[in-house]
C-alpha cells in the first residue's frame, strides 16, 4: 500500500505587478509518484528544479494549484490541522538556522509535545532527553543553547525534534549538506538506523548523489520541475536512462 | 536567557561610555528614591525672604545648595524632586511606547497584509510630523498636564518600536525554525510570542534606552512650553519654562534643571550606544 | 618555488582568552602547481589563506618564521606590502559567490575598478579587457552582462565573474576556497574545468581548498589534508588518496558514501567523535581522541611533520601496500 499518492501536482510562484499582468512562474509543472511504506525516497536536482517546494508543498507549508495528494488514503488538503503533525514532519537543511537560538535543547525537541499534549513540562522534558539519547547526544547537554552545538549536533537535535510526534512520513530537506564529510557519515548512519527503529518512510532530497545512491530505495530526478527519470537507486546509477541524469552522473566527480 | 544577560553586563562593563552611562541613571535612580530624605526642604516650600538666592547662600539656619528660585523655594529640593518626575516619565514613555509598540510591529510584520498596511501606514503618520509639534496638537486635544504629556511622548515615540520589531519579525519569520514551529502545529500567537519575541530583544533593549532619553526630553519640552507637568509640580522642563525671564539676573534657575536634563538624557544615550554595540553581533571581533 | 611558508601559526584575541586557530604550518608552493588543501571545520584551511591575503579581523596574531613569497620576503602584518600583491600577484576567489560582489555596482564597474586599481590604463582599455575576460571565462553575451548588477546573474555566472576579476592581474598564486561548494554538481564540473585551463594557460599556482576529496584528486597536483590547525599529512595527490598513511586521512576517504564497501542503506564507516573545538584542545596529538591507533606517545607528544615526498603528522601511521 502506498503511504503517498502524489497524481500531477502543479505549483506555480505569481509575482504581482501593478500594472500589466501578473507573472506566474511555474516550479512543479505536473509531477506524479509513489511512495510506498517503510522506504525512503530520494529526490535529486539542482537549483530551480523544485525539490525545496516539493517540501513545503508535502508539509502544508505551501498550497499547490492543481494535482491530487493523497496520504494514508486521504486527501492531504482534508487531513485536520491538529492531526497533521502526527503524521508528517520534516527535516531542515540548515543546521544553523533551524533551531531557535534563544531556546535551550530540551526545549527545541520538547516543543512539539508541549503543544500537541497536554502533559506538564516535567514530563515533556523527560520524553525530550530519552530521544536525545535515541539521536545520540548526552543528556547533560540538554540544558545548553544551539550555538554551543556542533553543526552535526544541532542536526540531531532537528531529527529528535521530527521524531517527538511519531510521524509516519519524515523529510528530509537535504540534511547532511551543510555537515562536514566525517560527520555526514555519522549522521545518515543514525537516519538509516532511525528508520529501522520508528519504521518510517523518508523523502530524502538531496543534491549529492553518492549520498542518495546509498540510503535511498528509490530516486527521482527533478529537472525544472518535472521528473525526468525514476528508478531503483542501485539502477539509476549504473544504468541511467535520461540525458540530464547522465549528466548528473557524468558532472560528479 | 541567563547566559545572554551575562555576557551583555561583561560588554556593557568592557565600554566606557556604557559604564558611566549606567553610573550616572544609577545616581539619578537614587537620588529620586532617596529624595525625600536627601531634600532638605519640601519642593513646594516657600521659605522667607529667601527668593531669587544664588547657590551657596547661607540665610539665617537656612543653607540652600543651589540657590531659591523666584517664588523663595529651594532649587535643590526641586530638582532632586525633579528627578522622580523625569525617571517617571522616562520610565512610562518607554513602556507604553515599547509595549504598544512592539505589540504592532509583531502583527504588522507576522501578518502581513492589510494588517501590515494598516498599521504601517499609521507609523508613518505619526513620522511624517515633527515629534514635538505632534505631541503638542495632542496635548492641546487632551488638554495640559503631566498625564497626557506622557501619552503624547509615547504616541510619538511608538513609530520607533514598531518599525524596528517589525523589521525583525520580517527577517525571522521565515527561518527555518518558525517553519518548523508551524510544522509541529504551533498556534500563530505562539509562535509570535515563544519564537519571534525572544530573537527581537537585542534592537528592543537598545531602542528602550534610548527611548528613555527621547521620553525624558520631549516631555520637558512640552513642559517648557507649559503643556506638561503644571505648577507647582517640579518638572525640569517646566522649572526651566518658569525662570525664562530670569535668565540674565538669577541664570542658576534655567541652568541647573537645563544641567538636569542634559546629564540624564546623556546617561541614557551613552547606556543605549554602548548597548547597540555590545549587542551588534558585527562587531564581536574587534582586537 | 613561488610560495615558502615556515611556521606560520595564527591565534584570535578572544573573550575566552587566545585561541589558536592555526597552529605553526609550514607547507611551500611550486610554480604551475596546484595545490589542494583539505580539512573540515576548525582545520585552519581557510584560515591560512586568509593570513595570506591579510583579511583576517582585527583581533588576529598573525607570526610566522619566514614567509617567501616569488623569491622575496613577505610581511602578512605589513598592510602595506600585501597592498601591493593582493590582487596582482595573489588572488582569491571565495566560496559564496553572490555575495562576494558588491551589489550596488555593476559587474562592469567592478571589473574596470579592479583593473584600473593595479593598471595604468584608460576606461576604455580597460573595459575591452575585460569584455576579453568574461568572455574567456564562458560567459555569452559579455556587452549584456557587463551592464548587469550581481543579482541579475546565477551562482554560475557570478562564480565566473569572480574568476574573471581574479586572473585580470595575472596574478602568480590563486586561491580559489571552496569555489564550488554553493554551485549546483553540473556547474560545479565547468566552473573547475575554466580554473584548471586557465591555471595551465597562464602558468598560475593555485590553492584549491576544498572539503571534498573526489574534487581534489580531480584538480589537484599536490593536496595537504589539514586538521585542528595542523597539517596531518601531504604528499602527491594520487599518493596520498591510494596510500594514506595519516588515519585521519584515511578515516575521510573511507567515511565516503561513494567508498562503502557494504549494501546499500548499511551503516558507513564513520570517523567517531567531532572535531576538537578551539577552547578546549586536546593534549598531544590533536586527532588521537578519535583515533583507534593511538597510545600514551599519541596523548602527550604532538607529532610532528615528517616524510620526504609524502609528509605525515603520525606517531602510528598506516602502512598501507
Known amino acids: 500500500m502506498s503511504l503517498l499518492q502524489v497524481k500531477n501536482l502543479k505549483k506555480s510562484y505569481v509575482t504581482k505587478s501593478m500594472l500589466g499582468k501578473d507573472e506566474e512562474h511555474p516550479v512543479l509543472k505536473g509531477i506524479s509518484f509513489e511512495l510506498p511504506e517503510n522506504k525512503i525516497l530520494g529526490v535529486v536536482g539542482e537549483s530551480g528544479c523544485g525539490k525545496s517546494t516539493l517540501a513545503k508543498v508535502l508539509t502544508r507549508l505551501e498550497e499547490f494549484n492543481e494535482g491530487e495528494i493523497t496520504f494514508n488514503g486521504r486527501?492531504?488538503?482534508?487531513?485536520?490541522?491538529?492531526?497533521?503533525?502526527?503524521?508528517?514532519?520534516?527535516?531542515?537543511?540548515?543546521?544553523?538556522?533551524?533551531?531557535?537560538?534563544?531556546?535551550?535543547?530540551?526545549?527545541?525537541?520538547?516543543?512539539?509535545?508541549?503543544?500537541?499534549?497536554?502533559?506538564?513540562?516535567?514530563?515533556?522534558?523527560?520524553?525530550?532527553?530519552?530521544?536525545?539519547?535515541?539521536?545520540?547526544?548526552?543528556?547533560?547537554?540538554?540544558?545548553?543553547?544551539?550555538?554551543?552545538?556542533?553543526?552535526?549536533?544541532?542536526?540531531?537535535l532537528g531529527i529528535a525534534r521530527a521524531l517527538m510526534l511519531r510521524p509516519k512520513l519524515l523529510i528530509l530537506d537535504e540534511p547532511v549538506s551543510a555537515l562536514d564529510v566525517s560527520i555526514q557519515a555519522q549522521v545518515l548512519n543514525l537516519l538509516l538506523d532511525l528508520q529501522k527503529e520508528f519504521k518510517l518512510s523518508m523523502i530524502f532530497i538531496s543534491h549529492d548523489l553518492t549520498v542518495v545512491k546509498h540510503v535511498c530505495d528509490e530516486t527521482l530526478v527533478l529537472y525544472f520541475g518535472e521528473i525526468v527519470e525514476r528508478a531503483p537507486s542501485a539502477k539509476l546509477f549504473t544504468d541511467p536512462q535520461h540525458v540530464y541524469t547522465k549528466k548528473l552522473l557524468e558532472s560528479a566527480p | 536567557?541567563?547566559?545572554?544577560?551575562?555576557?551583555?553586563?561583561?560588554?556593557?562593563?568592557?565600554?566606557?561610555?556604557?559604564?558611566?552611562?549606567?553610573?550616572?541613571?544609577?545616581?539619578?535612580?537614587?537620588?529620586?528614591?532617596?529624595?525625600?530624605?536627601?531634600?532638605?526642604?519640601?519642593?513646594?516650600?516657600?521659605?522667607?525672604?529667601?527668593?531669587?538666592?544664588?547657590?551657596?547662600?547661607?540665610?539665617?539656619?537656612?543653607?540652600?545648595?543651589?540657590?531659591?528660585?523666584?517664588?523663595?523655594?529651594?532649587?535643590?529640593?526641586?530638582?532632586?524632586?525633579?528627578?522622580?518626575?523625569?525617571?517617571?516619565?522616562?520610565?512610562?514613555?518607554?513602556?507604553?511606547?515599547?509595549?504598544?509598540?512592539?505589540?504592532?510591529?509583531?502583527?504588522?510584520?507576522?501578518?502581513?497584509?492589510?494588517?501590515?498596511?494598516?498599521?504601517?501606514?499609521?507609523?508613518?503618520?505619526i513620522m511624517a510630523l515633527p515629534s514635538v509639534?505632534?505631541?503638542?496638537?495632542?496635548?492641546?486635544?487632551?488638554?495640559?498636564?503631566?498625564?497626557?504629556?506622557?501619552?503624547?511622548?509615547?504616541?510619538?515615540?511608538?513609530?520607533?518600536?514598531?518599525?524596528?520589531?517589525?523589521?525583525?519579525?520580517?527577517?525571522?519569520?521565515?527561518?527555518?525554525?518558525?517553519?518548523?514551529?508551524?510544522?509541529?502545529?504551533?498556534?500563530?500567537?505562539?509562535?509570535?510570542?515563544?519564537?519571534?519575541?525572544?530573537?527581537?530583544?537585542?534592537?528592543?533593549?537598545?531602542?528602550?534606552?534610548?527611548?528613555?532619553?527621547?521620553?525624558?526630553?520631549?516631555?520637558?519640552?512640552?513642559g517648557f512650553l507649559g503643556l506638561g507637568a503644571q505648577a507647582p509640580t517640579p518638572e525640569w522642563g517646566t522649572m526651566l519654562s518658569d525662570a525664562r525671564s530670569f535668565l540674565e539676573t538669577s541664570p542658576w534657575m534655567v541652568n541647573l534643571p537645563g544641567i538636569c536634563i542634559l546629564l540624564v538624557v546623556l546617561s541614557f544615550n551613552l547606556l543605549g550606544d554602548g548597548l547597540r554595540d555590545a549587542l551588534d553581533p558585527r562587531l564581536k571581533n574587534r582586537a | 618555488m613561488l610560495l615558502e611558508i615556515e611556521d606560520l601559526s595564527v591565534k584570535f584575541k578572544t573573550d575566552s582568552g587566545m585561541l589558536e586557530a592555526l597552529r605553526p604550518v609550514s607547507f611551500s608552493v611550486a610554480e604551475s602547481e596546484v595545490l589542494g588543501v583539505v580539512g573540515e571545520s576548525g582545520s585552519g584551511k581557510s584560515v591560512t589563506n586568509l593570513a595570506l591575503m591579510g583579511l583576517l579581523p582585527a583581533n588576529a596574531q598573525i607570526t610566522a618564521k619566514k614567509i617567501l613569497f616569488n623569491r622575496k620576503n613577505l610581511d602578512l602584518n605589513s598592510q602595506k606590502e600585501l597592498r601591493k600583491i593582493r590582487g596582482s600577484q595573489i588572488a582569491m576567489i571565495f566560496q559564496d559567490p553572490m555575495t562576494a560582489l558588491n551589489p550596488s555596482l555593476t559587474v562592469g564597474y567592478q571589473m574596470i575598478e579592479t583593473l584600473r586599481c593595479h593598471f595604468d590604463i584608460s576606461k576604455d582599455v580597460a573595459k575591452k579587457r575585460a569584455l576579453g575576460l568574461l568572455e574567456r571565462v564562458g560567459i555569452a553575451q559579455a556587452e549584456k552582462r557587463f551592464t548587469a548588477y550581481p543579482f541579475e546573474l546565477s551562482g554560475g555566472m557570478s562564480q565566473r565573474v569572480m574568476i574573471a576579476m581574479a586572473i585580470s592581474c595575472h596574478p602568480k598564486l590563486l586561491i580559489a576556497d571552496e569555489p564550488t561548494t554553493a554551485l549546483d554538481?553540473?556547474?560545479?564540473?565547468?566552473?573547475?574545468?575554466?580554473?584548471?585551463?586557465?591555471?595551465?594557460?597562464?602558468?598560475?599556482?593555485?590553492?584549491?581548498?576544498?572539503?571534498?576529496?573526489?574534487?581534489?584528486?580531480k584538480y589537484s597536483h599536490r593536496v595537504q589534508v589539514m586538521y585542528a590547525g595542523e597539517i596531518a599529512e601531504s604528499g602527491r595527490t594520487e599518493d596520498v588518496i591510494q596510500h594514506p598513511h595519516h588515519p585521519y586521512t584515511f578515516g575521510l576517504l573511507k567515511a565516503r558514501p561513494s567508498a562503502h564497501e557494504g549494501g546499500a542503506k548499511e551503516s558507513l564507516y564513520a570517523i567517531p567523535g567531532v572535531v576538537p573545538s578551539l577552547k578546549a584542545r586536546p593534549t598531544g596529538c590533536q586527532f588521537h581522541p578519535r583515533c583507534s591507533r593511538s597510545t600514551d606517545v599519541c596523548v602527550n607528544v604532538d607529532p610532528k611533520l615528517t616524510g620526504t615526498s609524502q609528509k605525515f603528522a603520525c606517531h602510528h601511521p598506516l602502512e598501507t601496500p
Open chain 1, 75 to 156: 486527501n492531504l488538503k482534508d487531513i485536520a490541522a491538529k492531526e497533521f503533525p502526527h503524521e508528517i514532519q520534516m527535516v531542515f537543511q540548515d543546521p544553523y538556522q533551524s533551531l531557535n537560538p534563544r531556546k535551550k535543547a530540551w526545549e527545541i525537541i520538547a516543543d512539539p509535545i508541549l503543544v500537541t499534549e497536554n502533559i506538564s513540562r516535567a514530563e515533556a522534558k523527560a520524553r525530550a532527553l530519552e530521544m536525545m539519547k535515541k539521536v545520540g547526544l548526552l543528556a547533560e547537554t540538554a540544558e545548553r543553547y544551539p550555538h554551543q552545538f556542533s553543526g552535526g549536533q544541532r542536526q540531531r
Open chain 2, 1 to 125: 536567557m541567563k547566559d545572554f544577560f551575562l555576557e551583555l553586563s561583561r560588554d556593557i562593563r568592557k565600554n566606557k561610555g556604557a559604564l558611566a552611562g549606567l553610573v550616572l541613571i544609577l545616581v539619578f535612580m537614587l537620588l529620586a528614591i532617596f529624595a525625600p530624605l536627601l531634600s532638605p526642604y519640601a519642593p513646594d516650600q516657600v521659605i522667607e525672604g529667601a527668593l531669587r538666592l544664588p547657590p551657596g547662600t547661607q540665610l539665617n539656619n537656612n543653607f540652600f545648595l543651589f540657590g531659591t528660585d523666584d517664588i523663595g523655594r529651594d532649587l535643590f529640593s526641586r530638582l532632586l524632586y525633579g528627578s522622580r518626575v523625569s525617571l517617571l516619565v522616562g520610565l512610562s514613555v518607554v513602556v507604553l511606547a515599547a509595549s504598544l509598540g512592539t505589540l504592532m510591529g509583531l502583527l504588522a510584520g507576522y501578518f502581513g497584509g492589510w494588517t501590515d498596511r494598516v498599521i504601517s501606514r499609521a507609523m508613518d503618520f
Open chain 2, 133 to 222: 509639534l505632534f505631541a503638542i496638537v495632542i496635548v492641546a486635544v487632551l488638554g495640559p498636564g503631566l498625564v497626557n504629556a506622557i501619552v503624547a511622548v509615547s504616541i510619538v515615540a511608538l513609530p520607533n518600536f514598531t518599525r524596528l520589531i517589525r523589521a525583525q519579525v520580517l527577517a525571522e519569520k521565515n527561518k527555518q525554525y518558525v517553519q518548523a514551529a508551524r510544522l509541529y502545529g504551533a498556534s500563530h500567537l505562539r509562535i509570535l510570542f515563544k519564537e519571534i519575541l525572544p530573537n527581537c530583544l537585542a534592537p528592543l533593549i537598545v531602542q528602550g534606552s534610548l527611548g528613555f532619553s527621547d521620553g525624558v526630553l520631549n516631555c520637558a519640552a512640552l
Open chain 3, 185 to 217: 554538481v553540473t556547474i560545479q564540473k565547468q566552473i573547475l574545468d575554466l580554473l584548471l585551463d586557465l591555471q595551465k594557460e597562464n602558468k598560475m599556482s593555485m590553492i584549491f581548498v576544498s572539503h571534498d576529496l573526489a574534487l581534489v584528486r
